[in-house]
Every structure is written in structure tokens, then in C-alpha cells.
């Protein structure tokens, strides 16, 4: 039988041989999940210690708790694909999912469950658009916290979401090579970190068109619908607006919106007003819903790996909770663009 080391017990669990090390010697700057884990672990590996005895610390609890907005939990096809992941992660490291939905018009205090706040979890992911003022009480009750397709950059938890500025640069500059030279992104950027890294990665493929072919591009935005805490709105203003850029003075021949959501309600107005996709306008979402393959015409969008944004969000925060001085991280996984029906070469555009 091969011998185990400290070596062993860092490779099962992904930590350090230092971090094994330090647990096994009941070093008090480890904390008292990882230390029982560690020692657990290796008991179960057959491991010996030579030296002191393990000291009674509290045991982990195996819960790992999951807060998102209640409005979330009616949008089954986004947000329950990223918590399929979550859960297929957490059934892997033998954890327990526990999910709440936060009413965020209350404050901290009363929003956030007792079974967080009494620490009988060992960790917390949080999803969208969660108050800041939420994830300070979090940290401030010393538990790992990992964010997801969170509403800000944080520079003091991990993070996980898609590359929304590369998948919105390729998505546009497919739209430019189409031959489309008016063009507008559709969406409030301000109303989410996504949406502002889309109309980014929209702008910034058509400065890098420019750049390369020397062509003028109209670039417009049309604001009006976009997301929150409380789901998704949509502006009175909308729909006269987008029509106002379809017809128009040089209407724009291709829109670029920050979600399938978006794209979808144009899609409605086109059909509405007889205006034709792609004959007339060429319209592209983001996220790739289950909706975007039935629409007619089929919507062409940006794929996001929700699935797979709940596994890593679960493999980071197992690996906070194992050892939580480890360098905080930032993950973008890959996006895929998808052509479909509703976007089109411009009729008699020189490529």
C-alpha cells in the first residue's frame, strides 16, 4: 500500500502541503473548517500523526448557502441552469444546498437568513444583483463569500462570470462584417455589470472596425429596458424610441441588444409594425435562452455557460472555505456566438 503523506492529503483536497501541515499541527492561523476538514481527511486516508492531538474545534457544518433576489426564482431558465451547476458541484464535495431568495428592500439585518447569520453554513455564494450593503454583513461574519454575475467588480471576494466584453465584441463584429455600418446596442448598460461590459465589447469592435478598414460606423444606444433586483423593466418611452431609430433619418440596420429578453420584445415590435428580420433589421441577443431557438426567426445571440458558472462558483468557494488566504480571483469563462435566422448580410453591402 502506497504510504501517505502530507503530500497526499494536499493533492485529495487541492490545498497546500504547508496549509496540511500547518492544520495537522494545530496551527491557529487556520481556520476550524479547514483544520477539521483536513484532519478528517486525512483519518480517512490512514494517515498518522505523529504529533499532538487533535484539538475539538467546530465541525463543519456541510451546508453551503446560496442567496439570490426572490424576483430570480421565477426566471427558471437562467438563473436554475447556474443553479443546476451549483448544485452538481456541491453534491461533489458532499455539501448541502441551501438556497434563499432575499427580499432586498430589507435591510441586511432582516433580509438574510438566520441559518447564515447563526453561521450553520460554511460558505455563501451569492447571485446577481444582491445589495453591497449585503455582502459587507456577509464578509463581516467571517464566511467565505463567492459572487456571481454580481452587479460590481469586488475587489474583496471571488468572482465569477462570463466574458460578456469578448462575447459582445465578436457578437458586433460579425453584425459589421454583414456590411451593417448603422447600428445600436439596446439596453440600459447601467442597469448591470453585463450590460456595461456588453455595450463595451459593442463599442469597442466598432473603434477596432474603424481602425481596420478605414469605414465610418454609426454606433447608437437605445436605453429603455433593461434588468434589476426586482426582474427585468421595460420603459414607456421603448418602443417609440426603437422605432424612432428604425425609420428614421439613416435607420439603423442591425441592433445589437444586451439580452435575449431585449431582443425578444424588438422582435415582438418588428412583427408588430411589419417590419422585417432580417430583411429590414438584423437583430442579436445575449445569453442564448431556450426562447431564442423558438422565435421566428430564430434569434441569433451570445451563448453563456450557466451551468458551468455554478461549478466553478462552487470549486472557488471550496477552495475559500479549505483555505481562505488564497489570492482572490476574478473568472471569465468563454462565451459562443450562435447565428441563427434573424440576422442577415445587408442587401447589397460591399463586404
Not at 433593461?226 to 414607456?236: K, L, M, Q, R, T
Not at 425609420?247 to 417590419?275: K, S, Y
Not at 430583411?279 to 442564448?288: K, L, Y
Amino acid at each position: 500500500m502506497k504510504k501517505v503523506t502530507l503530500q497526499t492529503i494536499a493533492e485529495r483536497l487541492g490545498v497546500s502541503k504547508a496549509l496540511v501541515s500547518k492544520a495537522l499541527s494545530n496551527d491557529p492561523a487556520v481556520n476550524d473548517v479547514t483544520r477539521e476538514t483536513i484532519w478528517r481527511t486525512a483519518e480517512e486516508l490512514g494517515y498518522r500523526v505523529k504529533a499532538a492531538k487533535k484539538v475539538q474545534v467546530r465541525d463543519a457544518t456541510r451546508n453551503l448557502a446560496v442567496l439570490l433576489p426572490e424576483a430570480y426564482l421565477g426566471d427558471f431558465e437562467y438563473w436554475g441552469t447556474l443553479i443546476q451547476g451549483i448544485h452538481q458541484g456541491t453534491s461533489q464535495i458532499g455539501y448541502n444546498l441551501m438556497l434563499t431568495g432575499i427580499d432586498i428592500a430589507l435591510t441586511p439585518q432582516s433580509g438574510i437568513p438566520g441559518v447564515v447569520k447563526d453561521k450553520n453554513v460554511d460558505a455563501v455564494i451569492v447571485l446577481g444583483h444582491i445589495p453591497r450593503d449585503y455582502i459587507e454583513l456577509l464578509r463581516a461574519l467571517m464566511l467565505p463569500v463567492v459572487l456571481v454575475d454580481s452587479n460590481e467588480w469586488s475587489p474583496v471576494s471571488d468572482h465569477v462570470l462570463a466574458n460578456n466584453f469578448y462575447g459582445a465584441w465578436e457578437a458586433t463584429t460579425e453584425l459589421l462584417k454583414d456590411g451593417h455600418r448603422h447600428l445600436a446596442f439596446v439596453g440600459d448598460e447601467t442597469s448591470a455589470l453585463s450590460f456595461s461590459e456588453r455595450k463595451r465589447g459593442f463599442d469597442q469592435a466598432i473603434a477596432d472596425f474603424q481602425v481596420l478598414t478605414g469605414r465610418a460606423i454609426d454606433g447608437r444606444s437605445i436605453k429603455g429596458m433593461g434588468v434589476s433586483g426586482w426582474g427585468n423593466y421595460i420603459s414607456d418611452s421603448f418602443a417609440e424610441d426603437i422605432h424612432r431609430h428604425m425609420t428614421g433619418e439613416d435607420p439603423v440596420t442591425a441592433m445589437f441588444c444586451a439580452n435575449d429578453m431585449v431582443a425578444i420584445e424588438v422582435l415582438r415590435l418588428c412583427t408588430a409594425w411589419g417590419i422585417a428580420c432580417p430583411g429590414q433589421i438584423s437583430i442579436c441577443g445575449f445569453d442564448d435562452l431556450a426562447l431564442a431557438r423558438h422565435t421566428h426567426p430564430g434569434l441569433t445571440t451570445v451563448s453563456v455557460p450557466r451551468k458551468e458558472l455554478g461549478q466553478k462558483a462552487v470549486e472557488l468557494v471550496h477552495r475559500r472555505i479549505l483555505d481562505p488566504g488564497t489570492l482572490l480571483e476574478l473568472v471569465q469563462l468563454p462565451t459562443r456566438y450562435i447565428k441563427r435566422e434573424s440576422t442577415a448580410a445587408l442587401s447589397g453591402s460591399v463586404q
